[in-house]
């Protein structure tokens, strides 16, 4: 059984395709995932980011908040189906982050909707950054979100810019089973651009 831990900020949408990929190759691959979270609006404080994501960071701090509040109340369970009624309504609908949204998400997630009210409430933020740099230790480097651990190695990414089918999807699980394992990888990458490129790819940091 392969152990995954996976360090996603809520507000970016390569983490929830990652995410979505993850689910759909659990079906086919023994697997347990721990839903972890970290925070972009942490990870560029003190940066310059173009106007047009500032908004993607201001969604960060708002959702980390309900987030922490949420394993606060139920622990590491409440992470993942909080997660998924978030994304489904952020990321697959497209829909703008209000109150009502998240109300709706809580409650599907059958938790107490009225932690909606953390978005704006800065208690939390301690919360917030204690997992954030949680996942940059076990990373041991600066990283985006995700931040994937695969029976305890640790690398930023997959970053995907779209959700892979099955076929696809359980060829990367597999691709990066062997890469986690083999300790004198450190890094891959390719640009964006060219293959599947995301609508989102210019706007959200990561």
């Known amino acids: 059984m392969t152990t995954i831990d996976f360090y996603f900020d809520p507000a970016c949408p390569f983490a929830w395709a990652a995410s979505r990929w993850l689910v759909n190759t659990a079906q086919r691959r023994p697997m347990t995932i721990t839903w972890r979270q970290m925070s972009l609006a942490i990870l560029n404080e003190g940066t310059e980011v173009p106007a047009k994501q500032r908004h993607h960071l201001e969604v960060s701090q708002q959702l980390g908040r309900v987030l922490a509040a949420a394993h606060d ?110 300790r004198s990888f450190a890094q891959l990458q390719r640009p964006h651009q060219g293959h599947q490129h995301s609508p989102t790819d210019d706007q959200a940091p990561r």
Do not use: K, W
Not at 96 to 110: K, N, Y
Not at 120 to 146: K, M
Not at 167 to 178: H, K, N, P, R, S
């Open 73 to 182: 109340a139920s622990g590491d369970t409440a992470l993942g189906p909080l997660y998924t009624s978030l994304g489904q309504r952020l990321h697959t609908r497209g829909a703008p982050l209000t109150t009502e949204l998240v109300i709706e998400a809580l409650t599907e997630s059958d938790m107490d909707p009225q932690l909606a009210a953390q978005m704006n409430n800065a208690v939390f933020d301690s919360s917030v950054r204690v997992a954030h740099q949680e996942s940059q230790h076990r990373l041991g480097d600066t990283g985006g979100s995700p931040i994937v651990c695969i029976d305890g190695h640790c690398f930023f990414g997959p970053v995907l810019t779209a959700i892979p089918d099955a076929t696809e999807g359980d060829d990367l699980f597999d691709a990066l089973l062997t890469l986690a394992g083999t």
